[in-house]
């Protein structure tokens, strides 16, 4: 049911203004009924009957949501429906996506990306180690806080974006960021390298503001097919000849991360992160993103008490280990009785 003006109205939360849209729908900031702020994420009406991503958060929900508690992600609370509108409910994170600050400012420097970038990796290799695979790591998935503290989101819930259907089963994911492997006739889909690989796209495009392969075409199929094919088979620009000057170390470590074949990436994110340390060490980066003077571097260029609503997923203390911490909170604020309406 929505509103004259477009804006779904749910029943146990409240939009307050759009902040985003993405491939799965539109995401509003949001208050519940306690007042605390949320984004939640509308999933177009269409995308509401993928049982890929239903079953992704039955499978995986529990996991999910308790990777939240990691400082650099952003916490997951559930996927409900109310009004026939399935959504995702998650924290609102004050700041702005890596993707519009690269629009507004263009790359950034080592000295800025390395620090951020090595958050980033601290996320994933977290998630990696609960065993979750991100599967669509990518600047506008991943945002700054005005601190500078890093919250990357949308862990395990990217649908398939384009791509020929016809012809083969896609895979979650953003063609720009993913790994060649994605795109073989016989892929086993999505996992720590494949991350480690969208991983490396993103500090390219970190530094550079140019992605190593896209494509032109407008027809979403075409487009797929030549940016698989590049991915497949191109050669990318070196970060360096789109920014003359770029440290030719680090430019070492993101064409390693990017490699063709998985056995020459980083094995894991822990060994992603080592290498950017080094580099972090080397240049003499602070972790505030300065170049000490002289440096180097200076030269170089879920879980929430879902309200009563009908959550899909985790409906109850079972599904959702982190419902303990959410009820300490609610106690601690006085409102013991809601929670007692929603457990079982
Ligand atoms: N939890 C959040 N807190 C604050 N802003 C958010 C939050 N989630 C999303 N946004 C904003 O909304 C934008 C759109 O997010 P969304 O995930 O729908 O799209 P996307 O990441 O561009 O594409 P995709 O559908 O592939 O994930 C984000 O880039 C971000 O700016
Ligand atoms: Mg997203």
Redesign the pocket.
């Known amino acids: 049911m929505s509103s004259a003006r477009g804006i779904p109205k749910l029943v146990n939360y409240e939009i307050v203004e759009k902040?985003?849209?993405?491939?799965?729908?539109?995401?509003y900031r949001a208050t519940d009924k306690l007042g605390q702020i949320r984004?939640v994420?509308v999933i177009h009406p269409e995308l509401a009957h993928d049982t890929g991503l239903r079953e992704r958060f039955t499978n995986e929900g529990k996991t999910l949501a308790a990777i939240g508690r990691h400082p650099n992600i952003?916490a997951l609370w559930g996927l409900l429906e109310e009004n026939n509108y399935l959504f995702i409910v998650?924290?609102?994170?004050e700041?702005?996506?890596v993707?519009?600050k690269l629009k507004r400012n263009g790359a950034l420097s080592v000295a800025e990306a390395l620090p951020l970038f090595s958050q980033i990796l601290s996320a994933i290799a977290y998630a990696h180690q609960q065993g979750i695979i991100h599967r669509?790591v990518?600047p506008?998935?991943i945002?700054i806080e005005s601190s500078g503290q890093i919250r990357v989101?949308?862990f395990g819930i990217?649908r398939i974006?384009g791509g020929p259907r016809s012809t083969k089963v896609g895979v979650p994911g953003?063609p720009e960021y993913m790994a060649p492997e994605l795109f073989a006739e016989q892929t086993q889909g999505a996992n720590e390298l494949t991350d480690i690989y969208a991983l490396g796209v993103t500090l390219y495009e970190m530094l550079t503001a140019a992605l190593p392969f896209e494509s032109s075409a407008t027809d979403t199929n075409a487009a797929y097919v030549a940016i698989a094919q590049k991915h497949l088979k191109g050669k990318p620009r070196r970060p360096s000849e789109l920014v003359p000057g770029l440290d030719k170390e680090v430019e070492r470590v993101i064409m390693k991360a990017i490699a063709k074949e998985p056995k020459d990436r980083f094995q894991t994110v822990p060994e992603f992160s080592q290498a950017i340390d080094q580099q972090v060490g080397r240049l003499d980066i602070s972790a505030a993103g300065q170049a000490q003077p002289g440096g180097a571097a200076a030269r170089g260029t879920m879980v929430e008490t879902p309200l009563p609503g009908t959550p899909v997923v985790g409906g109850g203390e079972s599904a959702f280990p982190l419902w303990a911490v959410a009820a300490a909170w609610a106690v601690a604020a006085g409102i013991g009785f809601l929670l007692g309406r929603q457990l079982p």
């Not at 902040?19 to 995401?27: C, D, F, K, S, Y």
């Not at 998650?90 to 994170?93: E, G, I, N, S």
């Open positions: 902040i985003g849209e993405g491939g799965m729908g539109a995401v984004a994420k952003t998650m924290d609102y994170v700041g702005e996506d993707e519009r669509d990518k506008s998935n945002l989101m949308d990217a974006k953003t």
